[in-house]
């Protein structure tokens, strides 16, 4: 028997061929909160990985949603980020779920995510040097752990930290989309380890991909600090 | 967080890292690897802040729970009126959260922690809603001198009539109310057992006791606290439960959700658990253990219940616990009996979209008849595929559940009369008076309509005296054991209330 991770239900495995053979990894959600997570498959934008199932079709120009084109048509972002892709679309549940382990501080949740996100960055990513989005440094005390940096541990491979985060004002997830855009100044610069990136092939890791202004203003400083190219990986999108 | 320990008159003091003193060395250790250090005495000059006083007294929380400084609050320390001790106690390689009690390892993580830069700071997931509570986290209590309120006027303004039933349960708690007890008040639903209440309240009230009204449901909380706010007008009264608002610091009366007891120490000389044997009280034991806590040594603790437990009942009868029974509903009638009615291999229907054709029927008949009622689905996901059916019916049929958004403003909708029918999961099964419907319960021979469900199930219909005869249909596959003990159940209640 297992106890959902999320939830605490206590629930059995379903049994299996694999199961019995002692070779199907155990699972860390009950089936009722497994079932919430909308699983991004299928057709999505080529560059940030938003699942085109999800909205209409005059919001699509080929295969970019008008997001993204709108990003690499601004000559200061054009080509800063690669791609983006993402585990699960941002859903009422995701958001409950990052929600206790961000705010309620709940790190063990991270461990439900390992297996499909390891997945999607063999998939992906395979090879990249992997570095986590930083928090600042209020945030990090006040949290007591970086989220980003506890996603990025699951991948199991070496974790560079080469950016900083300065500037700690409102909190993303209560700004306006306007406002996110609106970017004056870079919230992030280089740390003493931005040395490491030059000519690599940068993952960046976040919890969630929203307008994309967090994740290529990272990608900004990295390039300006050698990186060959960055991508990111996220879990919500 | 890192925390310093240092000597002063050859008594070990601690101090977070950020306030050491500046004129020794001293190595910054997690609050967890803190070596024993000393108590300071209280200094009787020094000025305490009484905001401080009112937040805290009797309370166990987290140092970002206080609305003071944290240079302030050490301040406190140093003249000895607070304590610092650990959120998590390891004995013999278990785990213990002080606050919730928890000791399943499960319910243990760790992470490595920023504040304390321990690779390992162990945290309790089980409370973990509350605040989290780890390893390196202080958690602080009061100990300079108590709240009073000595000076609030504890006059209970009610008019109301007890039943001679009533009277006979209030006069027993009006009696054990300043002794170190306990007692059970074994009311049937619809007894009226909170006016009971009112006299032993306002009892130890007076005698400036600090009271606790705790109830497993948020909705119970919400229903009771304009009424405790009319019939206790001169008192400071406060509300708890997770996400709510107005808290008062310091109130003397405090309604609260079973869960936020988990704050309190020692702070309750009187303190009513209220549906006893309902989840999550009798299914959490580390529930049990908050009421525990948050009362005083001396303290009496009364339960109250429609459904006590066989081991409740049990110690009931053999005279370990003191219990008073009121059979008899407040307007006198006799406790409408379940009946049962067969309606074949419902779930395979639901598949495809259809609902028994009995269910269906009973459905058109109360709209024909314009009667409201709660028809009780045994989990979210089958509320999920029966509501859109029943909307096709009249759109303006519901349903709701416990992690419901709009659970409030539904509930409410209900209570005006807007929705004919409501279809809930198990949380409206209690406390939640509404005059004028009928229940039905689909599936009643799920597992999780025990005995005690049914009989609160049951418990909503006839509520008003002007319609004490409402209609229970438990629309079954195949009756179990805990339908038929229900019902005998309520049978009983009225033979012994000679009805």
């Not at chain 2, 658990?273 to 040594?297: G, H």
């Not at chain 2, 009638?333 to 229907?349: D, E, I, N």
């Amino acid at each position: 028997m297992n106890y959902c991770v999320y939830c605490h239900e206590a629930f059995f495995e379903p049994v299996s061929w694999q199961f019995i053979a002692g070779l199907s990894e155990s699972l860390s959600f009950c089936e009722e909160c497994s079932s919430s997570f909308e699983a991004i498959n299928g057709e999505c934008c080529r560059m940030c990985g938003r699942s085109f199932r999800l909205f209409p079709e005059q919001y699509r120009q080929k295969q970019c949603c008008t997001d993204c084109v709108r990003w690499e048509e601004h000559e200061e972002w054009s080509g800063v980020l690669t791609k983006n892709r993402s585990l699960y679309v941002y859903n009422d549940f995701l958001r409950k779920v990052i929600s206790t382990l961000k705010y309620r501080g709940d790190a063990e949740l991270v461990q439900g995510l390992k297996t499909p996100f390891c997945k999607l960055y063999k998939k992906e990513f395979r090879g990249k040097m992997i570095v986590p989005v930083p928090l600042s440094e209020e945030r990090h005390y006040e949290r007591g752990f970086n989220q980003a940096r506890l996603m990025a541990e699951l991948l199991g491979g070496e974790i560079v930290s080469p950016l900083e985060r300065v500037i700690h004002e409102k909190k993303q997830s209560k700004k306006s989309r306007k406002e996110r855009l609106n970017i004056q100044e870079n919230i992030f610069q280089a740390s003493k380890e931005a040395g490491k990136v030059k000519g690599k092939s940068i993952l960046l890791i976040d919890d969630v991909y929203t307008t994309g202004a967090t994740i290529r203003q990272a990608a900004k400083v990295l390039r300006e600090a050698g990186a060959l190219e960055v991508s990111s990986m996220t879990v919500g999108r | 967080m890192r925390f310093v320990s240092f000597f002063v008159d050859g008594k070990t003091r601690i101090a977070p890292e950020s306030l050491a003193p500046h004129n020794h060395l001293f190595t910054a250790s997690s609050f967890y690897n803190l070596p024993d250090f000393d108590q300071p005495l209280i200094n009787e000059d020094f000025s305490y802040n009484p905001t401080l006083q009112a937040e805290l007294s009797g309370k166990l929380l987290l140092l970002d729970e206080l609305s003071l400084s944290l240079d302030e609050i050490q301040e406190h320390y140093n003249h000895g009126f607070i304590r610092y001790s650990k959120g998590i106690e390891t004995k013999q390689g278990y785990d213990k959260c002080s606050r919730c009690g928890n000791s399943e390892n499960r319910l243990f993580a760790s992470f490595s922690c920023y504040r304390c830069k321990e690779p390992q700071c162990t945290y309790c997931r089980n409370c973990i809603m509350m605040g989290r509570i780890s390893q390196c986290t202080p958690l602080v209590s009061w100990c300079g001198p108590e709240l009073e309120w000595r000076d609030s006027n504890s006059e209970l303004v009610w008019e109301g009539i007890l039943s001679p039933e009533q009277l006979k349960a209030s006069d027993t708690l009006v009696e054990k109310i300043g002794m170190k007890d306990k007692l059970l008040i074994w009311a049937v639903c619809g007894s009226g057992k909170t006016e009971v209440l009112f006299q032993g309240i306002e009892k130890a009230l007076k005698d400036g006791q600090r009271v606790c009204i705790a109830t497993p449901r948020t909705d119970v909380v919400l229903e009771l606290l304009p009424r405790f706010r009319r019939i206790f007008p001169g008192i400071t009264l406060s509300c708890l439960y997770g996400g709510s608002m107005d808290k008062l610091e310091g109130a003397q009366l405090i309604l609260s959700t079973t869960h936020q007891l988990f704050r309190y120490r020692e702070a309750f000389d009187l303190i009513i658990v209220d549906e006893v044997d309902a989840f999550p009280f009798s299914y959490d034991k580390t529930l049990a253990f908050a009421v525990q806590q948050a009362k005083k040594e001396e303290a009496l603790i009364v339960y109250l219940s429609a459904t006590p437990d066989r081991n409740m009942k049990q110690q009931a009868e053999d005279g370990k616990l003191p219990f008073v029974k009121i059979p008899k509903r407040y307007h006198g009638f006799p406790l409408p009996v379940p009946r049962f009615v067969w309606c074949g291999h419902w779930k395979k229907g639901l598949k495809r979209n259809k609902l028994p054709r009995y269910v269906m029927n009973w459905i058109s008949r109360q709209m024909e008849r314009n009667r409201q009622s709660f028809l009780f689905v045994p989990s979210v996901r089958m509320l999920d595929q029966i509501v859109p059916i029943l909307k096709e019916v009249n759109a303006k049929i519901e349903g709701v559940h416990a992690e419901d958004p709009d659970r409030k403003v539904k509930v409410m909708r209900f209570r005006h009369g807007a929705t004919p029918i409501l279809v809930t999961t198990t949380i409206l099964e209690r406390g939640v008076t509404i005059p004028f419907t009928d229940v039905a319960v689909l599936g009643a021979e799920e597992e999780i309509f025990s005995e005690s469900a049914l009989v609160q199930i049951s418990g909503r219909a006839g509520r008003s005296k002007d319609d004490p005869a409402g209609e229970v249909l438990f629309f079954h596959y195949g009756k179990t054991k805990a339908m038929v003990q229900a019902k005998r159940h309520i049978e009983q209640m009225n033979r012994e209330a000679g009805l």
